[in-house]
């Protein structure tokens, strides 16, 4: 039995031709002729449908070395196929998709260049974050959120590297080394951080409760340890923070210290607001009774109820600072009052300022007397202007000296 590309002989050998040359191509043992031929034409339609999903597949654009592969293999089995069919045609078919592979291949290449310039530009900007985080004063970095932005950095960097094209060996080797290095310093820089942070946390620990302690101790001096519990205050401000749950315990413990001393102060206050109270009342009281002192009419009755108002007006304690100046301050008055008719009166009444007095006043009246006298008896008009004039001043002399 026989077809135009093949036949089969009396033993089932089957043959097939191929470029004019007939070979054999195997022996069918299983059936009769018609079923030999029809076995190696099923082969041959297989490779067909191979062929013909290359040719789609270069149609839909699939990647040119996946193609490339698929061409390779059909290429070698294309050349002594044992099938019986138009093998020629296929070889044809398959020679046809090469150049198609190569331009294909030579625009996925172009592309690629595209998209490696593209994720190298990506990678760089990734490089470029991770080494301002490394760069970044340690003491003004927000950990969380720089920890945080590091790892979105590195998941986009794996991404690139799963889902992008693949880089020169060399240019993604120098980027990951200066991103590696990057991470390497901003984690050092982290652990740095922290564990001086602990360091200067555990300090503070240790500052704030020796003043808890300091204060506590302080509670038994009451109102007398206000001046130096606001010094421990403070040394608190300036102790720095702690770990939170410690530093809240132990202010609540401090503060409560301070609770206790700021009460001991407000009933010591309240105790001496009264008893200023008392006194302001007293000494109003007592101004009401310097009124009735006038010491220009009764000097020594004055100078009596002055000194009883000054006993009971020390007696009485003191008054607040804002009551201080408008009840001393007439107490004063009074007193200067008094002082100056004292010593008004002892100038008046003093022997030897009498006694001055008189004598003066003799020499006074015994020289106008005389220059009178002269007056009388001079009709020198020059003479008597001069005599006139000194008498005038004399009398005035003597009428002060009688005031």
Known sequence: MS????????ENNVFVTDGGVERKVGQYTAGDAEAALAFYTVRFADLEAQVRILEQRLKSGVDAKSLKKAFDALTAELIE???????DSLRKRVAAVAPKIEESAAAKAEENKEA???????????VAKAEALAA??????????????LTALFEAWQQSQKS??????????????RFSAARTKVEAAKRAFFAASDA????????????????????????????????LLDAWKAAGRSNSKADDALWARFKAAGDAIYAAKGEQVAVVSASQAEAYAAKIALLEEIKSIDPEVDLQGAKKLLASIQDRWEKAGRVSRDQFAQTEDKLKAIEARVR?????????????????????????EEAIAKLEKELAATTDKKKVAELTESIAARKAWLAAIAK
């Open 200 to 231: 200067a946390s555990k300090a503070a620990k240790a500052t704030k409760l020796a003043l808890v302690e300091k204060a506590e101790a302080l509670t038994s001096k009451g109102a007398d340890a206000v001046a130096d519990y606001r010094k």
């Open 136 to 149: 970044a004063d340690p003491a003004k970095t927000i950990w969380k959120n720089a920890t945080a932005e």
């Open 164 to 177: 992008g094209p693949r880089l020169p060996k060399a240019a993604a080797d120098a980027l990951w080394k």
């Open 81 to 87: 196929p044992n099938v019986v069919g138009d093998i």
């Open 116 to 126: 490696i310039a593209e994720a190298i530009k990506a990678r760089e900007e990734l």
């Open 3 to 10: 077809t135009s590309f093949g036949r089969v002989d009396a």
């Open 340 to 364: 100056k008719a004292e010593a008004e009166h002892w100038k008046a009444n003093d022997p030897a300022a009498k006694a001055r007095k008189d004598d003066v006043t003799i020499k006074l």
